[in-house]
């Protein structure tokens, strides 16, 4: 059975008549390819009864028609209203119930939908697009490891050209190039190169600061190849690891492992965040841990499921997330290690290689 096949499967059983399919990870899923979202609206409706179809400008067709779909197309010149119109029409979606992707249709698809097929109901469907995604085939995970070597090549090159006074941002720049150099396809996220105490932010920006002696620097990276994402988080250290960040660093490191060691089939994705919290709880940094202790990792960076309180999801076999507790102190820095890792049936296998004790950049 194709995905196309079972994503129909699915959405029968679930009462819906059609499903609408965006550029993006889950039309990739579908059909492998790939289009931008723009101000030209594209989208593959895939009812439960007949074979998927595009709506798209005429300049994409080829892409779809030499993949063997129908088309739907339009010129600049026309607009996209009669192609929607006919293609609505011929798929007989009015009054359809059609499972659409709540986290990434926008107003102007929802609206040409509702006008062009009268009486359609928008139906949230992520759910069903998650459940067929998180459990990886071989393929996938061979894709996801390569993702992984890639974004780790890229860190042993770029570390040696690291020196104290270099900014921010000019470290990221680094990064960047380094991973575009050796096999990303493109990046799996804007790199997070921020040291001292712009660490103590999860998600801070590479800004102007330059490194100084004795920083310790938070550097969160990924690559996409093949379509599919790695996403890790290392220390860098300016000098040699010392002082309160150095004691964090163990801490945030019990708790990365206790975590991976927490991960089996049948486990609940709940039990490893909690696994991971108790070393930091226990050492006193409660408050500082501020986010779920992971997310799934795929086609996209951020995916079910997942790993945090309130998750009760069982794992299965396939399952690939990251395990990446933190703590940050305001005003000193932060400490985060974060994994790439699958559910086997014999427990748990870990992606990402690279050491996990701080990196150390010595002063020249």
């Not at 660490?199 to 590479?206: E, I, N, Q, T, V």
Request: charged letters at 20%; hydrophobic letters at 50%.
């Amino acid at each position: 059975m194709t995905r196309i096949e079972q994503m129909a499967q699915l959405a029968e059983s679930r009462g819906l008549d059609a499903l609408a399919l965006l550029p993006g990870p889950n039309l990739f899923y579908a059909t492998g390819l790939s289009f931008f979202i723009s101000e030209r609206p594209i989208v593959a409706l895939c009812p439960v009864d007949a074979p998927l179809a595009f709506v798209l400008p005429e300049f994409e067709a080829s892409k779809a028609t030499s993949a063997g779909y129908a088309v739907f197309t339009y010129t600049d010149e026309e607009g996209y209203a009669l192609a929607f119109h006919e293609a609505c029409a011929s798929l007989e979606l009015a009054e359809a119930r059609l499972g659409v992707e709540a986290l990434r249709m926008r107003l102007l698809e929802a609206r040409i939908l509702q006008r062009y097929a009268p009486g359609v109901e928008l139906v949230p469907a992520d759910d069903l697009f998650a459940g067929l995604r998180m459990v990886k085939s071989p393929a996938e995970l061979d894709a996801m490891q390569g993702a992984v070597a890639v974004a780790e090549h890229a860190f042993e090159l770029w570390l040696p050209q690291l020196r104290v006074g270099m900014t921010e941002r000019e470290a990221a720049a680094r990064l960047i190039a380094a991973l575009l150099s050796n096999g990303a396809d493109v990046l799996a996220f804007d790199p997070i190169v921020c040291g001292g105490p712009n660490g103590a932010m999860p998600h801070a920006h590479p800004g102007n600061r330059p490194f100084q002696p004795g920083d310790w620097v938070v550097v969160d990276w990924g690559a996409v190849a093949d379509g599919y994402d790695s996403d890790l988080t290392r220390m860098v250290v300016f000098g040699e690891p010392a002082g309160q960040l150095a004691e964090v660093h163990e801490i945030v490191l019990r708790a990365n492992e206790a975590g991976r060691a927490a991960v089996a089939p049948g486990v609940e994705a709940q039990a490893v965040d909690a696994a991971a919290r108790a070393v930091i709880v226990a050492a006193g940094y409660s408050a500082q841990f501020t986010h779920r202790t992971g997310h799934g990792l795929g086609l996209e960076v951020h995916e079910p499921p997942y790993i945090v309180a309130g998750n009760t999801q069982p794992l299965v076999p396939g399952m690939t997330f990251t395990v990446e507790p933190g703590i940050y102190l305001e005003g000193i820095g932060g400490v985060r290690i974060e994994d790439d890792v699958v559910v086997t049936p014999e427990g748990v296998h870990t992606l990402t290689t690279l050491a996990r004790a701080p990196f150390v950049v010595r002063p020249d």
